[in-house]
T-cell receptor, first 115, second 115 residues
Framework: DTGVSQDPRHKITKRGQNVTFRCDPI?????LYWYRQTLGQGPEFLTY????????KSRLLSDRFSAERPKGSFSTLEIQRTEQGDSAMYLC?????????????FGPGTRLTVL | AQTVTQSQPEMSVQEAETVTLSCTYD???????LFWYKQPPSRQMILVIR??????QNATENRFSVNFQKAAKSFSLKISDSQLGDAAMYFC????????????FGSGTRLLVRP
């Protein structure tokens, strides 16, 4: 396993279209996080999963956003009716949670451009 | 709410010299972790160094060290013997000792290394 992977790396879409991103974490990692990074800013937390359970969602995650991790492995992030304000880099990270904090490993991100 | 502030949008250092990146944070928690992440251009974020709040000793990783001032809520990163490969965005990040371990990032400092 070579790390966290994300697909696609780049996505250009028109306003109003739906998009879906995929994240494949490091195989033994039970936690998966989604962050959003806009230009010139640090990443902002969106949501996280422990195994298949979505345990927390940020207020940034409007009802147009939905994330799943159906079998506790890969995760998808879907944005419905995209808006220009959704243009950002969407980062996925995974970790192996064993009590005390364990390092989050980041994927390369999916850059979304909404025209 | 916890916040992380990086007041230096950009820093420049001569190759082989030392540079210090600043970070302050605000929290009422007693159990937390602080991090410095490096994000090279078009590449994924990687962890540079981590500090646990209950440890008084400053963390060190090869050429990277931190100055953790808990009372002042300050967490600076010192890079010694700067190399061209150190050029990147550097993000200071915080997580509390609650169960989610979601990361809260600062806005980043772009480090330029002059040959």
């Amino acid at each position: 396993d070579t790390g966290v992977s994300q697909d696609p790396r780049h996505k250009i879409t028109k306003r109003g279209q739906n998009v879906t991103f995929r994240c494949d974490p490091i195989s033994e990692h039970n936690r998966l996080y989604w962050y959003r990074q806009t230009l010139g800013q640090g990443p902002e937390f969106l949501t996280y999963f422990q195994n298949e359970a979505q345990l927390e969602k940020s207020r940034l995650l409007s009802d147009r956003f939905s994330a799943e991790r159906p079998k506790g492995s890969f995760s998808t992030l879907e944005i419905q009716r995209t808006e220009q304000g959704d243009s950002a880099m969407y980062l996925c990270a995974s970790s192996l949670a064993l009590g005390r904090y364990n390092e989050q490993f980041f994927g390369p991100g999916t850059r979304l451009t909404v025209l | 709410a916890q916040t992380v502030t990086q007041s230096q949008p950009e820093m420049s250092v001569q190759e082989a010299e030392t540079v210090t990146l600043s970070c302050t944070y605000d929290t009422s928690e007693s159990d937390y972790y602080l991090f410095w992440y490096k994000q090279p251009p078009s590449r994924q974020m990687i962890l540079v160094i981590r500090q646990e709040a209950y440890k008084q000793q400053n963390a060190t990783e090869n050429r990277f060290s931190v100055n953790f001032q808990k009372a002042a809520k300050s967490f600076s990163l010192k890079i010694s013997d700067s190399q061209l490969g150190d050029a990147a965005m550097y993000f200071c990040a915080y997580t509390s000792g609650d169960s989610s371990y979601k990361l809260i990032f600062g806005s980043g400092t772009r480090l330029l290394v002059r040959p």
